[in-house]
């Protein structure tokens, strides 16, 4: 990191400033960080992080030489490939180690999975202020951050304690459907009858839980995502385009595990990016964009919005789960926002907002969904409230998650450091609150299962036809392409065989 680089051989004057990451020791004695600025009297002039200016090299090589000409001052370039470093996690230790706490935060993670212990936290806290040698001290100290760090979100006071069978649902939009003949699924209707998905037979290639939209299937992915594009611009969102590789740091500050037994996250091998990981959704490169920077208050909320491709290692836990309802990638418009946290409503506000965006999506879509408060159980380890959005999916005579919104609190920010600056100077941890606006294999089968008519016919949901040059339904077309995979155990020849 820039500032580590420069910390050990800044001359007398130098024009950039450390990172906040640089103070990071003197900052756990609660000294703020402005505070530690100005007692830096060699700094002529005061660059923070945020403001993500990029220095090259040889610049910074120039400037060095010119404020102090002593080859102690030059910086080797091997001191700029360093391992990526997540910043300290700034974490609410008043509150975790207050025993007034202690039962709330118990009760809470009992009532979620019971992941995280706050009696250890205490006890390696007690062990950390009673041990004087120094090195003991600081492998304590990394311990009880470890410990601390899988302590939860608090729970919203009025989530309901259970799994998930204790959801309840607080709003049906649309009515079902009756079909004279018996609805066929996803597979049914786009594989053998309107012949544009392929996501059987797919071992020797890419392995199960893949798939390929082809013809007008792939148009209609490209029109659900234009179409929700199009209405959260009008929502005040900014369109991001996100990487899909992240290193494991910024994905388990987020409350994903990246080396739990039943992770869903893809890691690169070792040598492969200091073993960065696939993103399994844009919150995570989001949450990504702003670590370590500090918004000014008046800047907040801030609404983002991202494409990006989502690769996820899970596993049909049912038999009906099978087909495009549970793959490994597949394609996903993220919001995600950020707000200040000054009356305690603010990032309550967005979630709501977020909750009617997707309603108003799907209900132009013409689905039959219902929306779901979702219980402790169902949290996982960042959120503070999560509501889920399910469709009915008639090929499998079920309800099927299409979307969720989650208010995460301070839970993410405090890991990253990503604050906001009020007029007075003074920083605080901001909330990040996320939703799925479409995860297109889901969206598809809901409008296909919804919109099926008789022949192998489909009619389009109209807010799609624009983007469709018109289209008002798919046809099977006897004059299609179509090609029959077959697995085979051929044996190619050996030179022997020759």
Same mark, same amino acid.
């Given at each position: 990191?820039?500032?580590?680089?420069?910390?050990?051989?800044?001359?007398?004057?130098?024009?950039?400033?450390?990172?906040?990451?640089?103070?990071?020791?003197?900052?756990?004695?609660?000294?703020?960080?402005?505070?530690?600025?100005?007692?830096?009297?060699?700094?002529?002039?005061?660059?923070?992080?945020?403001?993500?200016?990029?220095?090259?090299?040889?610049?910074?090589?120039?400037?060095?030489?010119?404020?102090?000409?002593?080859?102690?001052?030059?910086?080797?370039?091997?001191?700029?490939?360093?391992?990526?470093?997540?910043?300290?996690?700034?974490?609410?230790?008043?509150?975790?180690?207050?025993?007034?706490?202690?039962?709330?935060?118990?009760?809470?993670?009992?009532?979620?999975?019971?992941?995280?212990?706050?009696?250890?936290?205490?006890?390696?806290?007690?062990?950390?202020?009673?041990?004087?040698?120094?090195?003991?001290?600081?492998?304590?100290?990394?311990?009880?951050?470890?410990?601390?760090?899988?302590?939860?979100?608090?729970?919203?006071?009025?989530?309901?304690?259970?799994?998930?069978?204790?959801?309840?649902?607080?709003?049906?939009? *649309?009515?079902?459907?009756?079909?004279?003949?018996?609805?066929?699924?996803?597979?049914?209707?786009?594989?053998?009858?309107?012949? +544009?998905?392929?996501?059987?037979?797919?071992?020797?290639?890419?392995?199960?839980?893949?798939?390929?939209?082809?013809?007008?299937?792939?148009?209609?992915?490209?029109?659900?995502?234009?179409?929700?594009?199009?209405?959260?611009?009008?929502? *005040?969102?900014?369109?991001?385009?996100?990487?899909?590789?992240?290193?494991?740091?910024?994905?388990?500050?987020?409350?994903?595990?990246?080396?739990?037994?039943?992770?869903?996250?893809?890691?690169?091998?070792?040598?492969?990016?200091?073993?960065?990981?696939?993103?399994?959704?844009?919150?995570?490169?989001?949450?990504?964009?702003?670590?370590?920077?500090?918004?000014?208050?008046?800047?907040?909320?801030?609404? +983002?919005?991202?494409?990006?491709?989502?690769?996820?290692?899970?596993?049909?836990?049912?038999?009906?789960?099978?087909?495009?309802?549970?793959?490994?990638?597949?394609?996903?418009?993220?919001?995600?926002?950020?707000?200040?946290?000054?009356?305690?409503?603010?990032?309550?506000?967005?979630?709501?907002?977020?909750?009617?965006?997707?309603?108003?999506?799907?209900?132009?879509?013409?689905?039959?969904?219902?929306?779901?408060?979702?219980?402790?159980?169902?949290?996982?380890?960042?959120?503070?409230?999560?509501?889920?959005?399910?469709?009915?999916?008639?090929?499998?005579?079920?309800?099927?998650?299409?979307?969720?919104?989650?208010?995460?609190?301070?839970?993410?920010?405090?890991?990253?450091?990503?604050?906001?600056?009020?007029?007075?100077?003074?920083?605080?941890?901001?909330?990040?609150?996320?939703?799925?606006?479409?995860?297109?294999?889901?969206?598809?089968?809901?409008?296909?299962?919804?919109?099926?008519?008789?022949?192998?016919?489909?009619?389009?949901?109209?807010?799609?036809?624009?983007?469709?040059?018109?289209?008002?339904?798919?046809?099977?077309?006897?004059?299609?392409?179509?090609?029959?995979?077959?697995?085979?155990?051929?044996?190619?020849?050996?030179?022997?065989?020759?």
């Amino acid at each position: 990191m820039l500032g580590h680089s420069l910390r050990k051989t800044v001359p007398d004057t130098i024009r950039i400033i450390f990172c906040h990451s640089c103070f990071r020791r003197l900052s756990s004695t609660q000294t703020s960080y402005w505070s530690l600025l100005s007692r830096k009297k060699n700094i002529e002039k005061i660059v923070p992080c945020n403001t993500r200016q990029k220095f090259h090299r040889s610049a910074l090589n120039q400037g060095a030489t010119q404020e102090s000409p002593s080859a102690s001052s030059k910086i080797e370039p091997a001191e700029w490939d360093q391992p990526f470093q997540l910043p300290e996690p700034e974490l609410d230790w008043p509150f975790l180690l207050s025993s007034a706490n202690t039962e709330a935060i118990d009760n809470n993670i009992s009532n979620r999975k019971g992941i995280g212990d706050i009696h250890k936290v205490l006890e390696l806290s007690q062990s950390l202020a009673a041990e004087q040698n120094v090195d003991k001290k600081e492998h304590i100290r990394r311990q009880l951050l470890a410990e601390a760090l899988d302590i939860p979100n608090m729970s919203h006071p009025n989530a309901i304690i259970g799994d998930e069978s204790k959801a309840r649902v607080i709003e049906l939009v *649309g009515e079902l459907k009756e079909f004279k003949d018996k609805p066929r699924n996803i597979s049914e209707i786009a594989g053998k009858g309107l012949k +544009m998905l392929r996501h059987e037979n797919l071992t020797f290639s890419s392995g199960s839980k893949t798939y390929y939209l082809e013809d007008e299937l792939a148009e209609l992915e490209r029109a659900i995502v234009s179409f929700t594009i199009d209405r959260l611009f009008t929502k *005040g969102f900014e369109l991001v385009s996100v990487p899909d590789l992240l290193y494991s740091g910024v994905i388990n500050s987020c409350g994903f595990k990246t080396t739990s037994g039943r992770s869903q996250v893809y890691q690169l091998h070792d040598k492969c990016l200091n073993g960065a990981c696939l993103a399994g959704t844009a919150e995570m490169s989001l949450a990504g964009y702003f670590m370590n920077e500090t918004i000014p208050l008046e800047q907040l909320p801030k609404r +983002m919005m991202a494409v990006s491709r989502c690769y996820r290692a899970e596993a049909a836990e049912k038999a009906i789960e099978k087909g495009l309802y549970r793959v490994h990638h597949f394609t996903k418009v993220e919001m995600f926002g950020l707000t200040a946290n000054e009356d305690g409503t603010e990032s309550e506000k967005l979630l709501q907002e977020i909750l009617s965006i997707e309603k108003e999506l799907f209900s132009d879509l013409g689905l039959h969904f219902r929306i779901l408060d979702m219980p402790t159980q169902e949290l996982g380890a960042p959120a503070h409230k999560k509501f889920d959005i399910e469709a009915w999916m008639y090929g499998k005579q079920m309800w099927g998650e299409i979307s969720s919104c989650s208010n995460c609190t301070d839970y993410q920010s405090r890991r990253l450091n990503i604050k906001y600056m009020l007029p007075s100077g003074h920083l605080k941890h901001v909330h990040t609150v996320n939703g799925t606006a479409c995860a297109v294999p889901r969206m598809i089968t809901s409008i296909l299962e919804q919109n099926q008519q008789k022949r192998r016919k489909i009619t389009i949901p109209k807010v799609l036809q624009p983007y469709l040059n018109g289209k008002i339904e798919y046809t099977a077309e006897v004059t299609r392409s179509w090609y029959t995979y077959m697995k085979t155990l051929r044996r190619d020849p050996s030179p022997e065989d020759s």
